[in-house]
């Protein structure tokens, strides 16, 4: 079982940046294949960002890419999620998702059923 916590959402104005994280506790950070996921008001969850156990290999949403980037820190068991030039339609609340991942530190998945556990959400919210 692991157990993961999103921090650092907030409001922001349009053009603005935040990053934010996502601690793990419980089993090896390291064995997890990552991702973030956000869900706007009266919309689908989406897939945002994704990153590989080792970190080596990362993935993006078109409506996010040269804007976020997904990193992450295995020695201090978090993920993170530098967001710049944020717009209003980036206004949702972002779920951080791990994937228990056996075998191949550059897996990556796009799709949220492949993923085993999920935090609570933080809400982000930009302001135009």
């Known amino acids: 079982q692991v157990q993961l916590v999103e921090s650092g959402g907030g409001l922001v104005q349009a053009g603005g940046s935040l990053r934010l994280s996502c601690t793990s506790s419980g089993r090896t950070f390291s064995i997890y294949a990552m991702a973030w996921f956000r869900q706007a008001r009266g919309k689908e969850r989406e897939f945002v960002a994704a990153?590989?156990?080792?970190?080596?290999?990362?993935a993006y949403a078109d409506s996010v890419k040269g804007r976020f980037t997904v990193s992450r820190d295995n020695a201090k068991n978090t993920l993170y999620l530098q967001m710049n030039s944020l717009k209003p339609e980036d206004t949702a609340v972002y779920y951080c998702a791990a994937r228990l991942t056996i075998g191949s530190y550059l897996y990556t998945t796009t799709e949220s059923r492949e993923y085993n556990y999920w935090g609570q959400g933080t809400q982000v919210t930009v302001s135009s």
């Open positions: 990153i590989s156990r080792s970190g080596g290999s990362t």
